[in-house]
């Protein structure tokens, strides 16, 4: 069955009651009147519902529980998906999943966080909070890809790394940094998509790509807004006003030049229809493949670095703080 955000309420009440009235059968002229005007009404609401989102509310969609993950991805997509497991330093991490896959008739390299469905798997796969070995597993797969010289595309949907103590004495920060500097040199073209939550360093861990897509509402931001209205106003209650603030949504990050292009979903969002959101993630991952193919390695290379290395405003001091430059990209 269908689960309605908070939001969509209206929308619920108006299909519920197209609902009774099909139920009832009736073949009464007012009956069927009521259906066909309920109904354009229905449409009518949904478009404008969705065409003017706020980001909180763009963000209740990335988080909706029936959203696509990475494992209905490969369902649609793939085949021949050979999974791999194991960081071979500590264990197996749930939260993270990939191996070799076909894609297109193409052999890839595919990985990414799984959040799992029902609440026993949710809990198995830890919400999509990988630990270290998950990102030392992803690691090792990536380098696997390098050495078979396969491409490489990441699905992200995480709200964070997990910040457990045991994730902490296993080296967290380590697993992510050293993810950072793996990826920004690895001799092989890499696309991250976000399909949902794209969280922080636990994002980032699988984000440093050539092409960075995002479906139309996904979010991807430093922190969550309930943490960053924990930390601004020591409300989480604000979480709406800070998700305003973060500029999270997948067209303001386009603006910013952060991502590199939109995936459009079907009205209302992916997990209305997830074969129709497969087929645009392939269609547009199709295009971005074959423009990275073209590009000769050691230009591939540079352009990535640079991309990273020129995203955002810095602040830069000379001679004490005698001269400052500020440099936005």
């Known amino acids: 069955m269908r689960e309605y955000l908070d939001f969509e309420k209206p929308l619920k009440d108006l299909e519920v009651r197209i609902a009774r009235l099909v139920k009832s059968k009736s073949k009464k002229h007012s009956v069927q009147e009521a259906i066909e005007k309920s109904t354009e009404q229905l449409t009518k609401m949904e478009q404008e ?49 990939g191996g070799f896959a076909t894609w297109n008739d193409r052999s890839i390299m595919v990985m990414g966080h799984e959040k799992g469905k029902a609440l026993k798997e949710r809990m198995r796969r830890n919400f999509g909070m990988a630990k270290p070995e998950g990102y030392r597993k992803a690691l090792r797969l990536m380098k696997l890809a390098e050495k078979f010289q396969r491409p490489i595309l990441t699905f992200i949907d995480t709200p964070g790394a997990y910040p457990g103590i045991d994730a902490e004495q296993r080296g967290q920060a380590e697993a992510i940094a050293r993810n950072l500097l793996e990826m920004i040199r690895l001799r092989v073209p890499i696309i991250a998509v976000v399909t949902g939550e794209g969280g922080s360093g636990g994002a980032l861990a699988l984000g440093v790509a050539d092409r960075v897509l995002m479906l139309e509402h996904s979010i991807y931001s430093v922190i969550s807004p309930e943490g960053c209205a924990a930390i ?9 006003t800070a998700a305003a603030a973060l500029h999270m949504t997948a067209p303001e990050l386009l603006k910013l030049q952060i991502i590199d292009d939109i995936i459009p979903e079907p009205l209302g969002g992916a997990h209305r229809d ?56």
């Open 274 to 329: 997830r074969t129709l959101t497969a087929k645009n993630v392939s269609q547009t991952l199709t295009t971005h493949f074959s423009q990275l193919q073209k590009i000769p390695l050691a230009t591939l290379l540079k352009h990535r670095e640079s991309r990273f290395r020129n995203l955002g405003s810095f602040r830069s001091f000379q001679d004490g703080a005698q001269k400052v430059q500020t440099v936005n990209s």
């Open 232 to 240: 601004l106003w020591g409300n989480a209650s604000k979480a709406s």
């Open 49 to 97: 519902l969705f065409a003017t989102l706020s980001p909180w509310q763009r963000g209740q969609i990335a988080r909706h529980p029936q959203r696509p993950s990475i494992s209905d991805y490969l369902e649609e997509l793939m085949s021949n998906v050979i999974e791999l497991h194991g960081d071979r330093l500590y264990g197996e991490d749930q939260a993270i999943i």
